[in-house]
């Protein structure tokens, strides 16, 4: 039943095979738990936010379209939980960024790239959380402009300004920095 495809498992889910739901979990657990993580900066929130994703994928499973990629549909549901998650806190979040382990140093990894790396983790915190959702999508979980604009419910062309206006702010907050 592992070598299905997602969309196959929503369908057999769809049928009442809850174990669909068990390998999609397995499949989508640490790439969901590190975009939450990454677009709130809270592991807490983002334990939350992956169960949260789990529950809507089975309370909403006959809302999808087989005719539809199954991924999109997921981070659709997860980039909703997030606008909730802020909607309902009504505050940007300061962002924790203890649970970034620190890179032990050996001979591959220079001083200088941790530093860049910590800066850059610090730059991408200082973007709201729509920005850094846009940019984890798009760079992180590599998802096409359309995987994109199907997730947030924008057209492709509105996908690619949002991406383009988040770097660019990225990019001032960077631009003082040595990277």
């Known amino acids: 039943m592992t070598d299905l495809t997602d969309e196959?498992?929503?369908?057999?889910?769809?049928?009442?095979?809850?174990?669909?739901?068990?390998?999609?979990?397995?499949r989508y657990k640490g790439i969901l738990h590190n975009y939450f993580l990454r677009v709130t900066g809270d592991q807490e929130a983002s334990n939350d936010l992956l169960m949260a994703t789990f529950e809507r994928i089975y309370k909403y499973r006959?809302?999808?379209?087989?005719?539809?990629?199954?991924?999109?549909?997921?981070?659709?549901?997860?980039?909703?939980?997030?606008?909730?998650h802020y909607k309902k806190s009504k505050r940007w979040v300061s962002?924790?960024?203890?649970?970034?382990k620190e890179e032990t140093m050996n001979t591959e990894v220079s001083m200088d790239r941790v530093a860049r790396h910590?800066?850059?983790?610090?730059?991408?915190?200082?973007?709201?959380?729509?920005?850094?959702?846009?940019?984890?999508m798009y760079y992180l979980l590599e998802m096409s402009y359309q995987d994109i604009s199907i997730s947030e419910n924008i057209s492709v062309n509105n996908?690619?300004?949002?991406?383009?206006?988040?770097?660019?702010?990225?990019k001032e907050i960077l631009k003082d920095s040595d990277l």
């Open 62 to 84: 006959h809302s999808y379209e087989s005719r539809k990629k199954v991924r999109p549909w997921i981070f659709q549901i997860a980039s909703n939980l997030i606008k909730d």
């Open 95 to 100: 962002i924790n960024t203890s649970h970034y």
């Open 159 to 170: 996908a690619r300004i949002k991406i383009c206006r988040s770097l660019k702010k990225l």
């Open 8 to 26: 196959s498992l929503l369908k057999t889910l769809c049928n009442g095979e809850i174990k669909s739901l068990g390998i999609l979990y397995e």
């Open 118 to 136: 910590k800066k850059l983790h610090k730059a991408l915190h200082q973007l709201k959380p729509s920005q850094r959702n846009i940019i984890s």
